[in-house]
């Protein structure tokens, strides 16, 4: 997936990199789970984006998403360049359809209840 922020371009990775950015996000926290603590801000993260539509729930998909380039874009960056998008609804469905797409998320979060309204929207973000 690639999107431009701030004139420069950038690809969007949803690998394990990823996953650990968005479980240290420290919006979400740890669970207690068998007395061990455990991250789960990509589970919650993604589901919150997924149930609200909250478009601050695309910060830290967005920075987690590109932890692996030279370069992070800062949050004020980011959210500028969310609230630039013509079409928010497109933008978190391009971002939930991606998602949706990627293995290593199959089992944590729950893909049969993410409505997505309009699958078109993949397309926003190809490159």
Do not use: H
């Amino acid at each position: 997936m690639k999107i431009t922020i701030n004139q420069k371009d950038y690809t969007a990775y949803f690998g394990l990199d990823f996953i650990e950015a968005l479980d240290s996000n420290e919006m979400v926290g740890t669970v207690s789970y068998n007395g061990m603590d455990v991250a789960v801000g990509t589970t919650m993260v993604i589901g919150l984006l997924a149930d609200t539509r909250n478009p601050k729930y695309l910060i830290p998909i967005v920075k987690a998403a590109l932890c692996t380039e030279d370069s992070i874009p800062t949050d004020a960056e980011i959210k500028k360049w969310i609230e630039s998008q013509e079409n928010l609804k497109n933008t978190v469905d391009a971002f939930l359809l991606n998602l949706q797409k990627v293995n290593l998320l199959q089992e944590m979060v729950n893909w049969k209840s993410v409505k997505i309204q309009n699958k078109e929207a993949l397309k926003m973000f190809l490159g």
